[in-house]
């Protein structure tokens, strides 16, 4: 006979936290972020750590390398996506592991006949003011020039004027030769004052550049996710159908933690690839299951999978039409409180603690703090990071707001089939689980998380909460009526402006 739940299906905004005694002397600075991504045995400390309990989506319009580079410089994870050819997907997570802190590639190039136009709307595209002219417009040509905003006045000048008549030649741009270490090329920008320092090989070619605000943002947020070796963390998604080749190409290109990308992990399939992993690889591997979401479907990864995290979310995406579609998926907060009850029995029973990642439906920072005071280790999340400068896709102007495109993997245009079906042979797909879309763009990586980390390192002081393990153990949530979510707001004064925060734009 069918069975009906108790409950109905519930969603974070409809939970809010209780404060608890604050003690004398806690700040937002002194609350600890880090947290686990791989399984920890009750006697033994934690393997695999990230320092900021945020995840980037396995989605190509999310997770490139650049967002990847941005976020593992502030702390966070990206998972590089796998709906591309396995080949695209290790020079992806190369590009990062061979990031060195510091030094970029320069993605906004140009020739010396490229007309001021021209470069004005490179600019705007890119978002970057400094751009290197070179012999072929690439960013490994002989270095000629640079040409920043500053060269011109945009409304003065005659914009079909070519870029050599407005760039510094290189006969006198301040640079730096390859080999140089990243200390010596920050005291030559502040020796010169410059903004941009290029670095040429010893033919004058552009190998990278570093930038002074790289520098200030560094020590403005030391907690790098960095390997042993110094190099900045990557993930990558892999799917049950190719991971016999996929992953040992990935793991051979540096990647540290592997995820499975499926909107269904409640299979053979997967369990199938995990074991799989597990005999053919190092037993350190870190490899991540799901989605699931109840506690059935969490004991099966984790019982025959032997996963490190489970991966909690089915319907909840902000692209995701798959509950309407297929009438499937659960609201995504039952989902996370089913399943933490569950990994904490498991823990009180076997002594292993199985980190739980909260995936998709984070529609703001608030709900946000309420998916890791439920009991989500971390959250991964699409939408929010689709909205940064970082993201893949190019920007666009849209009646004079820019926005980014974002678009589900379950979409035509993503052609990720494996993500929703384990069948061993490439399908067509039939029907869409998710849409094509557009976010406002909202900034930098850097400042969106300032303000999102903030926010949850304040939250956790009025919980009387050090760290996020003490945050899930303190948390007191209570469910809200609608009158009370009314109440939250502010519907009984006039505003004048109706400046919300970006997150109620998306
Ligand atoms: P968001 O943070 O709410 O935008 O959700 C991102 C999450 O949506 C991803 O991490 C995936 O789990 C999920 N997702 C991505 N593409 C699709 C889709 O086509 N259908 C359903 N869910 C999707």
């Known amino acids: 006979m069918t069975t009906i739940l108790d409950d109905i299906s519930r969603t974070f905004g409809e939970y809010l936290l209780i404060p608890r005694l604050t003690r004398k002397g806690q700040h937002p600075d002194q609350v600890c972020l880090r947290t686990p991504l791989s399984v920890i045995e009750s006697d033994k400390s934690p393997g695999f750590q990230i320092n900021i309990p945020l995840v980037s989506a396995c989605m190509q319009s999310v997770s490139g390398p650049r967002l990847s580079i941005a976020l593992a410089r502030q702390g966070g ?10 080949d695209s997907q290790a020079e992806m997570i190369r590009q990062v592991k061979t990031h060195k802190a510091g030094f970029v590639q320069s993605d906004s190039n ?3 006949d490229m007309t001021l136009r021209e470069v004005i709307n490179l600019m705007k595209n890119t978002g970057h003011s400094t751009v290197p002219v070179t012999d072929d417009g690439t960013a490994s040509g002989e270095l000629l020039g640079l040409i920043t905003d500053q060269d011109f006045w945009e409304f003065e000048d005659d914009l079909g004027k ?3 008549q407005h760039m510094t030649p290189i006969d006198k741009v301040i640079y730096g030769n390859e080999g140089i270490n ?3 090329a920050n005291r030559l920008l502040h020796q010169h004052k410059k903004n941009c320092l290029p670095i040429l090989d010893e033919d004058g070619k552009l190998t990278s550049l570093v930038f002074k605000k790289d520098y200030e943002d560094h020590q403005r947020h030391p907690f790098e996710l960095l390997d042993e070796s110094k190099r900045l963390c990557v993930g990558a998604g892999i799917n049950t159908y190719d991971y016999r080749e996929r992953v040992p190409a990935v793991i051979q290109a540096g990647a540290d933690v592997l995820c499975f990308d499926s909107s269904d992990g409640f299979n053979e399939y997967q369990v199938e690839g995990i074991q799989w992993l597990r005999k053919t690889f190092d037993s350190k591997i870190v490899i991540g299951g799901g989605n699931v979401v109840s506690a059935e479907g969490f004991d099966y990864l984790v019982q025959q999978g032997e996963v490190d995290f489970v991966k909690v979310g089915m319907g909840g995406g902000s692209i995701c039409i798959t509950r309407e ?3 499937v998926g ?19 029973q076997t002594g292993r603690y199985i980190p ?7 529609a703001n920072d608030t709900q946000i703090i309420i998916a890791l005071a439920m009991g989500a280790d971390f959250v991964m999340m699409g939408r929010y990071f689709a909205m940064t400068e970082e993201s893949p896709p190019q920007k666009t102007s ?7 495109p974002y678009w589900a993997e379950g979409t035509r245009r993503a052609q990720n089939w494996q993500r929703y079906g384990d069948d061993t042979q490439p399908r067509e797909m039939l029907f869409e689980e998710g849409v094509d879309a557009y976010v406002p763009l909202v900034g930098n990586l850097a400042e969106v998380l300032e303000m999102t980390i903030y926010k949850l390192r304040s939250t956790m002081v009025n919980v009387g909460a050090d760290s996020l393990a003490e945050f899930r153990k303190q948390a007191m949530l209570t469910l809200v009526s609608e009158q009370s979510v009314i109440e939250a707001g502010t519907p009984n004064v006039f505003q004048f402006t109706a400046s919300r925060d970006f997150e109620d734009l998306g």
Do not use: H
Not at 356 to 362: A, F, H, K, Q
């Open 77 to 86: 994870l990206s998972f590089i996506y796998c709906s591309q050819d396995i």
């Open 110 to 112: 140009a020739t010396q």
């Open 162 to 164: 070519p870029v050599v």
């Open 182 to 184: 990243l200390r010596e």
């Open 325 to 327: 579609q297929k009438g």
């Open 330 to 348: 659960r609201g995504q907060a039952s989902a996370l409180l089913d399943v933490v009850v569950r990994r904490d029995e498991y823990f009180q």
């Open 356 to 362: 739980i990642c909260s995936d998709g439906g984070l």
């Open 398 to 404: 849209i009646n004079g707001q820019m926005y980014k």
